[in-house]
């Protein structure tokens, strides 16, 4: 007789709200697994922290304060806002992500700890909850941040504090800061006006080639203010003589940046004015310092010029000394500043920042007369 095979029975288990279907033979049920009536820990989590947008994930994903002492001192702080949930959750998130930032200094803590909790507490009301996670969408500081018509400065402030506490968050949505690739250069100092007279006196003796070279660098360094690239640009052309209502000619020099003319200097000094305005009629629309063939000169016409000073025991210096001794000259005169800015260019007054010792010391006394006398003249 042929042997007859049990059919398989299908049966369906429900297990967390789910059908599972299974197939197997005539054989005793299997016993249930004692976990599965065990709820979820997670999904059954409603402590105030899980019952947002984001639900349990957000609890799991809360920044760990591993530095209590940090944390207290932010949380110390408080806005001008009324006394309410919001503003001590606020404060309370904003402490969180900034703890997870770089500690500068605890004035930049302070600062960056009001203004964040100020925006996660203006966020928070708009939206009934102080959520962090949905509050430092890099969107949504954006459009705060256009919204609030800020002005360039402050912009600028409040965006780096929140796309510092952002990239906690959402560093794949921020720019990460570009980082310093070397350390700023020294300041150089200024050549001493004694150099000075030493290297015209010098110049006075060498062949007429070099003479020449070393006379018009210091003419437009030290009269002028050029920069080495400036010089090398320079044509002839670029000087033109004006003459004053005393009869007197100066030459004015028309010095070029990035393709535009960046600002006028007149030469005052009288024996300067004239070499240069002689020497721009001789080269007429070509430069200044041309090469033999008569075209632009070479970048290392000026350093090939202090090497051959250097080479035969004269004292040597750079344009960038020359340049700044001519600042410190101008910033000790009585001009005005509107006409030292119009001058000596935007840079003045940052180049200025690193040479505040070669700048003359007043007294409290002469501040005061010098203020009561530009009151006068107003």
């Known amino acids: 007789m042929p042997i007859q095979l049990a059919q398989p029975q299908l049966r369906i288990h429900i297990r967390e709200g ?28 409603h402590d105030a922290d899980s019952l947002n947008d984001h639900g349990p994930q957000h609890a799991r994903n809360r920044q760990v ?6 944390f207290a001192y932010l949380t110390s702080f408080s806005i001008k806002k009324p006394a309410s949930a919001y503003r001590d959750a606020a404060v309370e998130e904003a402490a969180r992500l900034w703890l997870c930032t770089e500690r500068k200094s605890a004035k930049r803590d302070e600062d960056a700890l009001k203004f964040l909790a100020n925006y996660l507490y203006s966020n928070g009301l708009y939206w009934g909850n102080v959520d962090p996670r949905r509050a430092m969408r890099r ?7 256009e919204d609030g018509n800020f002005a360039a400065t402050s912009a600028r402030t409040y965006r780096a504090v929140l796309y510092q506490a952002g990239r906690v968050l959402y560093p794949s949505e921020y720019p990460r800061p570009l980082d310093k690739t070397a350390p700023r250069a020294r300041p150089t100092a200024p050549a001493s006006p004694e150099l000075v007279r ?24 030290t009269q002028a203010g050029l920069r080495a690239p400036e010089i090398l640009d320079l044509r002839g052309s670029d000087i033109t003589p004006l003459i004053l209502h005393s009869g ?100 003045l007054f940052r ?28």
């Open 198 to 221: 030493e290297l015209y006196a010098i110049a006075a003796g060498l062949p007429q080639g070099s003479r020449l070279r070393l006379q018009f660098i210091l003419d437009l360094t």
């Open 248 to 347: 007197e000619t100066v030459a004015v020099v028309r010095i070029h940046r990035r393709g535009v003319v960046d600002r006028l200097f007149p030469v005052v000094c009288p024996v300067r004015s004239k070499r240069l305005l002689d020497r721009a009629r001789d080269v007429g629309r070509g430069h200044m310092l041309p090469t033999p063939a008569g075209g632009r000169p070479e970048k290392y016409t000026i350093g090939n010029t202090f090497s051959y000073l250097k080479e035969r025991g004269f004292p040597v210096t750079t344009v960038n000394a020359l340049r700044n001794r001519w600042l410190v000259d101008m910033a000790a005169t009585t001009l005005p500043t509107a006409a030292l800015a119009r001058l000596c260019g935007p840079s």
């Open 18 to 45: 789910v059908a599972v279907v299974g197939r197997h033979g005539a054989m005793s049920a299997a016993q249930p697994d004692p976990s599965d009536d065990q709820p979820d820990p997670v999904l059954a989590a």
């Open 139 to 145: 969107a949504a500081v954006d459009g705060w941040i």
């Open 351 to 378: 180049s200025l920042a690193y040479q505040m010792d070669e700048l003359p010391i007043y007294e409290a006394d002469e501040l005061a007369s010098m203020l009561v006398a530009a009151r006068r003249t107003r």
């Open 65 to 70: 304060i591993d530095d209590p002492e940090r």
